[in-house]
């Protein structure tokens, strides 16, 4: 059963003078995450907590691991902050504002990078870009301070996936079923989708204790599935398989969990950033899967990832 999200990001920078007057500020612009930035976030949850600065040209490329010009590198945090998008289009967010002290960063600065080392490594990467989307440069006095904010953006999918998973055993059989984004407003770890970052559980390597069979039927994109939930017995995070930019997770019902009463009518899946919902059969259908106590159900969920538009 297959789970999908996108991750896109922007960026502001901001000199202060010593005086601690704000002298220039960007506006938000987009930038490139990187096929390494891509495959780097499947073992790992540091890919954001250095930035970078340089006065490059090139234009971004996905192939790209450092800047063109490199100046200088910083993973001093000012401030960080997360949320959650109210209304479509949906999607959790999460800033980090990173400093370069006085005079760390002076000079003309034309392209930004955020990765996991203070030079190359890069998760993304852009040239600075002016209100038209030109490609510019920002001055950075030498006795002035550099406050770049890195916003980083993950979008559920908006429509209903549909499709099918063959059983063997007591419940062998082909079933369909409807897979859904839930709680998508909720901004927390276990049964949200917050975005959390250098912990063993975060990011999407990260398995929450939050894999449910359910009695009742789905809720919306912004909610979860109705009536009583039964947590499964295990769940074990299968191993990467480099360049998929998918993680998958064996999820366990034994013979005393999961038996729910007239069978079980949905699922809810927690797995890296983001909360799922699945329910057995299609619209129009009232398939439940049959579970009882003679019966072991073992289930794999697999979660991917990808830029968004």
């Known amino acids: 059963m297959k789970l999908h999200n996108q991750v896109k990001g922007r960026y502001r920078l901001t000199v202060i003078g010593s005086d601690g007057v704000i002298k220039n500020q960007t506006k938000w612009f987009d930038n490139l995450i990187t096929d390494g930035g891509l495959e780097y976030m499947a073992d790992n949850s540091d890919w954001i907590k250095f930035c970078q600065v340089g006065s490059g040209s090139a234009t971004p490329n996905a192939l790209d691991t450092g800047l063109t010009n490199w100046i200088a590198g910083s993973d001093t945090q000012q401030a960080t902050s997360q949320g959650a998008q109210s209304s479509e289009p949906y999607y959790v967010w999460r800033r980090r504002t990173i400093r370069f002290a006085d005079g760390v960063a002076a000079g003309n600065i034309s392209e930004v990078g955020m990765g996991w080392a203070s030079n190359g490594s890069l998760f993304s990467r852009a040239l600075v ?19 770049v904010t890195y ?18 055993g007591n419940l062998g059989g082909t079933y369909d079923y409807v897979m859904r984004a839930a709680q998508v407003t909720r901004r927390q770890s276990l049964d949200g989708w917050e975005i959390g970052l250098w912990g063993t559980s975060m990011g999407y390597a990260a398995v929450a204790g939050f894999q449910y069979a359910r009695s009742g039927d789905l809720s919306a994109i912004t909610s979860e599935p109705t009536g009583t939930d039964f947590p499964a017995t ?28 007239g069978g079980i009518r949905t699922f809810t899946v927690k797995l890296g950033i983001g909360l799922f919902q699945f329910r057995v059969g299609l619209d129009g259908t009232d398939a439940t899967l049959p579970k009882t106590s003679d019966d072991q159900l073992s289930l794999t969920f697999s979660h991917s990832w990808g830029r968004a538009a």
């Open 151 to 168: 916003e980083v953006r993950f979008f559920p999918k908006l429509e209903d996936v549909t499709g099918s998973v063959v059983l063997t």
């Open 129 to 147: 870009l002016d209100s038209g989307g030109s490609p510019t440069s920002i001055t950075v006095g030498a006795g002035e301070t550099l406050d």
């Open 234 to 261: 295990s769940q074990t995070l299968l191993a990467y398989e480099t360049g998929t930019l998918e993680r998958k997770v064996a999820v366990v019902w034994g013979p005393s969990e999961g038996n729910v009463p």
